[in-house]
Nanobody, 129 residues
Framework: VQLQASGGGLVQAGGSQRLSCVAS????????MGWFRQTPGKEREFVAA????????WYLDSIKGRFTISRESAKNTMYLQIYNLKPEDTAVYYC???????????????????????WGQGTQVTVSS
């Protein structure tokens, strides 16, 4: 499967942004999904995850309440809605997919980058103060 992240850009602090991640290719397979971010000189950081079923989500503690992850399976698309953006949210945001067996693990979520099989190319979010 190929993942294409989009929606990044330059936004003022306090603003909102919605990132999208579109899957193409082997979309008949089933995937748990997640968002990660990385800034120069730092390791990639988990941001949010969603189960294949969409029923379970998990967030980095520091962004809870401002970020919302969701997915629209019919469109093979995952979203990350970000509210009240802060300068420290500036990063390249990556979407990721983990191939799972939906019959046995439909509600499982994954927060470690090493668990994911597929990665998008990243989209830059820059927040100005």
């Amino acid at each position: 499967v190929q993942l294409q992240a989009s929606g990044g850009g330059l936004v003022q602090a306090g603003g909102s942004q919605r990132l999208s991640c579109v899957a193409s290719g082997r979309t008949h397979d089933t995937y748990a999904m997640g968002w990660f971010r990385q800034t120069p000189g730092k390791e990639r950081e988990f941001v949010a995850a969603i189960s294949w079923s969409g029923s379970n989500t998990w967030y980095l503690d520091s962004i809870k309440g401002r970020f919302t992850i969701s997915r629209e399976s019919a469109k093979n698309t995952m979203y990350l809605q970000i509210y009240n953006l802060k300068p420290e949210d500036t990063a390249v945001y990556y979407c990721a997919g983990k191939l799972i067996d939906s019959s046995t693990m439909p509600h499982r979520i994954y927060t470690a980058g090493k668990d994911y099989n597929y990665w998008g190319q990243g989209t830059q979010v820059t927040v100005s103060s």
